[in-house]
């Protein structure tokens, strides 16, 4: 059960979503129309190429994908934690995923296909970030994992099993900024293009600065409550 949730945990995770909905928004409505932030459609399409015979097609999918898998390994190697706590680690990684995103904007604009590609990793990076809390597992970069579990949970609550309302409640938040960062990102492809990146690129890079002055001041604050 999660008791008591870290606010952090809740800002985070939705400022996550709204970004990787607005990322996959832009994949979608782009020249090449793919998605990033997950790879289920990807791989489908995949297979699809290889047994059409579409070796064009089929690199260019396999390269997404294995962007996505390059940037969960760094996030890995980088992060090393299986289990969500403070960290300086995660703002290093928030902001290397800004610097990619901002990389991909200009080689998009140009039909560039990498530009694909260090989107997708910049995706993988932030999915890899985001493990568990308490026994809730949190994604942000797709939603078939929480619609699974709010399924589970209704089923759950039908037969009258006690359900975590209040992991119901983090997992509804995440859906939801998901799907606004969708919107969003779709509102502003048709004004701005690529250059639509810019804010989720700007808003990571934000989210990390501001993580790390948050666990600055909440180190220096918890070192002047202990006693002398």
């Known amino acids: 059960m999660i008791n008591k949730l870290p606010r952090w945990v809740w800002i985070g995770g939705s400022i996550l979503a709204f970004i990787a909905g607005m990322i996959n928004a832009v994949g979608y409505m782009g020249f090449r129309h793919q998605a990033v932030t997950h ?22 999918l396999f390269a997404v994908a ?4 390059a940037g969960s390994i760094f996030s890995g190697i980088l992060i ?31 039909s560039n296909p990498l530009g694909d590609y ?4 910049a995706c993988g990076l932030q ?17 078939s994992g929480i619609f699974t579990d709010l399924g589970i949970f209704i089923g759950h609550y039908i037969r009258r099993i006690p359900v975590d309302r209040r992991r119901i409640l983090l997992y509804l938040i995440l859906l939801c900024s998901f799907f606004f960062g969708g919107g969003a990102g779709a509102s502003a492809f048709k004004y701005f293009k690529y250059n639509t990146l810019f804010f989720p690129a700007v808003l ?10 948050y666990r600055r001041y909440l180190h220096k604050f918890q070192n002047q409550s202990r006693p002398g």
């Open 127 to 143: 999915n890899g970030m985001a493990s568990t809390y308490s026994g809730a597992v949190l994604r942000t970069t797709h939603v």
């Open 204 to 213: 990571t890079g934000f989210t990390g600065l501001g993580y790390a002055v």
């Open 39 to 60: 790879l289920t459609g990807t791989t489908t399409l995949l297979g699809i190429a290889i047994a059409t015979g579409e070796g064009g097609t089929a690199v260019s």
């Open 118 to 121: 260090l989107a997708s990793s």
């Open 66 to 69: 294995a962007s996505f898998l």
């Open 80 to 110: 090393q934690d299986s289990t969500l706590k403070l960290g300086g680690r995660y703002g290093v990684a928030l902001l290397i995923e800004s610097l990619l995103l901002f990389a991909a904007v200009p080689l998009l604009n140009r």
